[in-house]
């Protein structure tokens, strides 16, 4: 069974709009860590935004923000005021368990296009 | 702070040819993850070394190895080059777990390496 999902290849959204990315997880830890990562055509994966598992309040950072519902084991980003520049490959992970050191398993990724 | 960095950028090798990439860490990050990502297999998890140590190993066949050396510093060596092994390596630390903030786990990954194999 897939350990992330992201359910939608590629999205649209218009300049300016609030965007909600889905991350779907799987896992029988009760320790562990969600991210989310952005991949401009460059390449280089940019770090937006990480929830711990065990944290009650949705992380935020900036225009960012990760809608956690820890029951459904979902991790939606939620962008909001979208701009040109965040076109780009949007990227769920997960880490499980706080003794696993720092391997991550990966969504297959969404692509944003952000229309001006 | 600089931040990751890997070289070479980009790479042309023939197959049964080997490879080898580099990887600096973030100053004061002692654990280098590396990941392969491809259109068909997406990201997959490599290894991690932390501490010249590897941590953590990936499904990868054996071809695929790597090493951290005392400053940190990491290189993954690709044996017996397969056109298949086309692919973006990326590079990415973190803070040491020990000693790191149960909130400060993100990893910052380098520009990556282009590896095509012809």
């Known amino acids: 069974a897939q350990k992330i999902t992201q359910t939608q290849p590629g999205m649209f959204v218009q300049e300016k709009e609030a965007v909600t990315l889905d991350c779907t997880y799987d896992t029988s830890d009760q320790s562990y860590g969600l991210f989310w990562y952005k991949q401009p055509s460059s390449g280089e994966m940019i770090f937006l935004i990480y929830?711990?598992?065990?944290?009650?309040q949705n992380a935020t950072e900036g225009r960012y923000s990760l809608n956690f519902q820890k029951a459904r084991k979902s991790a939606n980003l939620v962008i909001s005021a979208s701009q040109l520049g965040d076109s780009a490959m949007y990227f769920c992970a997960m880490r499980e368990g706080m003794s696993a050191g720092n391997m991550l398993t990966f969504g297959g990724g969404t692509r944003l296009m952000v229309k001006p | 702070k600089a931040g990751v960095t890997q070289t070479p950028r980009y790479l042309i090798k023939t197959r049964g040819q080997q490879v080898t990439l580099s990887c600096s860490p973030i100053?004061?990050?002692?654990?280098v993850s590396w990941y392969q990502q491809t259109p068909g297999q997406g990201l997959q998890f490599l290894f991690e070394?932390?501490?010249?140590?590897?941590?953590n190993k990936g499904n990868f066949p054996g071809r695929f190895s790597g090493r951290q050396f005392s400053n940190s510093r990491s290189e993954m060596n690709v044996s017996t080059l397969e056109l298949g092994d086309s692919a973006l390596y990326l590079c990415?630390?973190?803070?040491?777990?020990?000693?790191?903030?149960?909130?400060?786990?993100?990893?910052?990954f380098g520009p990556g390496t282009r590896l095509t194999v012809t």
């Open positions: 929830q711990g598992s065990y944290d009650e």
């Open positions: 070394y932390f501490s010249e140590t590897q941590r």
């Open positions: 100053s004061g990050h002692r654990s």
């Open positions: 990415a630390s973190s803070i040491d777990l020990a000693s790191g903030s149960y909130y400060t786990y993100e990893q910052y």
